[in-house]
T-cell receptor, first 107, second 112 residues
């Protein structure tokens, strides 16, 4: 079993829909990161969380430390949100990544 | 500072050849990481440096792989006697403790 599990692996939705991507982890962590990866490989950091909830524009990230679970939400999704979203947990001074969720938003 | 730079962006090499990749981190970041990502998978940890000291190496890093960060600034990752299984995206990231990570655009290696 992977230390970091994401669901779903693939998600296709229509423009405007509310999107939720889930991440569960099985190890102790100091922080959890949500990252966005576009075709071509570049990774952009979206959020770094150690508790509670953070919001940036249409993106919201939450974490429940007791349940070892985090969610990334996108409100009013747009085709430019299409990308791979990766959950990564930080422990022992390095990141352990989930497999990613490929999100496609159709116009 | 324009972020983390990786060079080259793409590398095609014949099996058995040696390749070297370079990463220039954000200048004030003391930690530098190398990750490898294969198609459809999340990145996997290879090694990391704090300043010039290499503090941890993954078991994925066979003896054909070596990484250096000689002056605590840029880093190089060398793969000797490349194999087709080495084909992947090699990602570099840098950080300052507890401040989050900045990733480079990666070097895509294809071994033919």
């Amino acid at each position: 079993k992977n230390e970091v599990e994401q669901s779903p692996q693939n998600l296709t939705a229509q423009e405007g829909e509310f999107i939720t991507i889930n991440c569960s982890y099985s190890v102790g962590i100091s922080a959890l990161h949500w990252l966005q990866q576009h075709p071509g490989g570049g990774i952009v950091s979206l959020f770094m969380l150690s508790s509670g909830k953070k919001k940036h524009g249409r993106l919201i990230a939450t974490i429940n430390i007791q349940e070892k679970h985090s969610s990334l939400h996108i409100t009013a999704s747009h085709p430019r949100d299409s990308a791979v979203y990766i959950c990564a947990v930080e422990g022992a001074q390095k990141l352990v990544f989930g497999q990613g969720t490929r999100l496609t938003i159709n116009p | 500072d324009t972020g983390v730079s990786q060079d080259p962006r793409h590398k095609i090499t014949k099996r058995g050849q040696n390749v070297t990749f370079r990463c220039d981190p954000i200048s004030e970041h003391n930690r530098l990481y190398w990750y490898r990502q294969t198609l459809g998978q999340g990145p996997e940890f290879l090694t990391y440096f704090q300043n010039e000291a290499q503090l941890e190496k993954s078991r994925l890093l066979s003896d054909r792989f070596s990484a250096e960060r000689p002056k605590g600034s840029f880093s190089t990752l060398e793969i000797q006697r490349t194999e087709q299984g080495d084909s992947a995206m090699y990602l570099c990231a840098s950080s300052l403790a507890d401040s989050g990570y900045t990733f480079g655009s990666g070097t895509r290696l294809t071994v033919v």
